[in-house]
């Protein structure tokens, strides 16, 4: 990518020859959990959800996944059999057998983009400390979904030589956890979040403006998420916007922006490189699983989908920005 | 356009093959006002401001452009002059000695896409009774900006063969003017208008489906703008969004609506077709000149550009969107 600086990655790869540019593993930490979803038309109690999981099995269609992450003495065999169908190495997922998995109920209004949290229930995650197995640690591809920052800095204190290092963060830990949150994005390489959450960090209305201030905090790039409006990238030298894949099914958007996250890294983790043309494809892949994952609740739309539906829909989308 | 009946258009065509398929005039029937702007960080008082001259000034970078409106005794004559120094055809501006002008007083919220109108001061406009000429009654293209159903259907009792009408409206119509609405629907090609008034005339927060119902009430296709998302098109078989062009200068966000009507539709009357190609272009056209006119107040970055550096910008939106 011209004006990043990832000297120190393709050195990295020239080490490493004999591991190839395909298909490399990738860590994912985060949550996991029961959601209760409430939309203006439908509703659903206790469904799998939690950031790791969207991400996991968004990415699992085109790379290794390994889920680190923690449930409780509730948590169901068949999630877990669910995830493993995909390839995903669940071997990450501790159960801690005196306590409950952690539970989130919330609400969206008519638009469908802005939801109200009614209930959260911590649970097993209000004291996840994750620790990675060798396997882990060596994973050229994490991810830190969404969690309090002095979490993602523990998990990357135990990461070793990774290749790139992606981050998701939210409102809470943007006002609570700001040095922790300046800190981790000096560490880290890609940043994700949303548009509501960019204007917050950089009290800038302006997403094109924000974007460039955020990578001035230490991320190489930045992609900014616009739910239905698509999303934005940023780098030293690069802004550009791909819209969202217009659907006129949007059931429930719980998950879109991990599964965005699961699907663009996933691409990148595949392809092993990182090249402009590279992450924006990356970036059009993760657009288009996330435009799936809106279509029904929890993951029961990417349950019914393979590889080649997001190949049809990618030529869709091709198509309709070409001209 | 595949699913579109144009074939009447195209039977048209081929009577008047001597007409050519290039740079036809254009007629643009609507406001000319002076609006006085607040935004966040700047104000300015009694700029030349209006629909149909943001739509002309727009288009006429594309086609000649016939603009009809109505001004009052207090229009200076260079208001005037600039437009003609476009080449924009302004004998249909009607000078009423015994009035003033249209006035707008309007404050933008901190996001920039969200306004408050302070004051409206109809005077001429609200008298406003469009009279065509020969020649502006036989410009194939046609433009009703927004404005009272009563009136546009005035102007669509005048023109004579048209090959292409669109039209705009907005909120107040929606609301008010229901059935007056409705009917100018079956009457048009294309109707553009925003996300909002999507919403609005359909009761559907999802865009995707609100579009195509609107295609349903008449027109043969529907632009949904977005403002610094973009634009979606429909029609009876075909959807797809463009992004807007990232720019982190947005200055007055003012006529961006029209600015990007006049692009789409010079450029579509420049070209004299109107297949599924043209129209994507166009298309694009239309939000590029929109991104220049938000980048400064009334026409002023309007002026400051010539053809060229909408070529230049082009380029880079199509970069922009090729991976």
Redesign the interface.
Known sequence: MPGLPLASVLAADLRTPSQGFSSMPLLVVGSVAFDSVQTPTDSRDNVLGGSAVYFSYAASYFTPVHLVGVVGRDWPAEHTALLRDRGIDTSGLEVVPTADTFRWRGKYL???NDRETLEVHLNVFGSFNPVLTDAQKHCPFVFLANGAPAVQHRVLDQVVGPKLVMADTMDLWIREQHDELMALFRRIDGLVLNDSEAKLLTGD?????AG?RICQMGPRFVVIK?G???A?FFADRE??????F???V?VDPTGAGDSFAGGMMGYLAQRGDFSP?TL??AL?HGILVASFNVEDFSLERLKQIDQRDIQLRMEQY?R????
């Open positions: 008519s638009n469908m209305e302006n997403l094109v403006r460039h616009k239905e409006h698509g934005m802004t550009y916007v791909l819209p969202a217009p659907t006129g949007v043309q924006k494809e059009a091709k309709m920005l070409a001209f």
